[in-house]
């Protein structure tokens, strides 16, 4: 499939449909304001991928493989139930966008995470 843009936001959506994982040109995909819990495990099969919009859902952890995105730049995870970071996600080179409460609850951000997460800038929205 040739899709580069994909915005699906606020459209009640449960589940990431498997098919997506197909969108092998993917660059911007918006998925944000619906009611996804989980991304999908082979997430890292969309390479192309620069930006991720995932705010506004019920994700409550990420996908270990997220972290092999090459060309992502910028993942927006905002308002979400997120409470488990992936251990690979200091590999991670996108600019990340969470909310001030969501940094807070997330108890699972170790010092080491804190310490080695040089290469990735969080930005706090409020």
């Known amino acids: 499939m040739a899709c580069e843009v994909?915005?699906?936001?606020?459209?009640?959506?449960k589940q990431f449909p498997d098919d997506w994982i197909q969108l092998y040109r993917l660059v911007e995909l918006n998925v944000s304001?619906?009611?996804?819990?989980?991304?999908?495990?082979?997430?890292?099969?969309?390479?192309?991928?620069?930006?991720?919009?995932?705010?506004?859902n019920m994700?409550?952890?990420?996908?270990?493989?997220?972290?092999?995105?090459?060309?992502?730049?910028?993942?927006?995870?905002?308002?979400?139930?997120?409470?488990?970071?992936?251990?690979n996600f200091v590999k991670l080179q996108a600019r990340v966008e969470v909310t001030e409460s969501h940094t807070r609850t997330c108890t699972c951000m170790s010092t080491d995470w804190k310490a080695s997460a040089l290469n990735v800038r969080i930005h706090i929205r409020m």
């Open 6 to 13: 994909l915005d699906v936001s606020y459209n009640r959506l």
């Open 33 to 56: 304001g619906n009611y996804l819990q989980r991304l999908p495990r082979d997430v890292q099969k969309l390479r192309n991928l620069a930006r991720l919009d995932a705010s506004d």
């Open 59 to 87: 994700l409550d952890q990420l996908p270990d493989k997220l972290a092999r995105l090459p060309a992502l730049r910028h993942l927006n995870i905002a308002d979400n139930q997120i409470m488990e970071w992936p251990t």
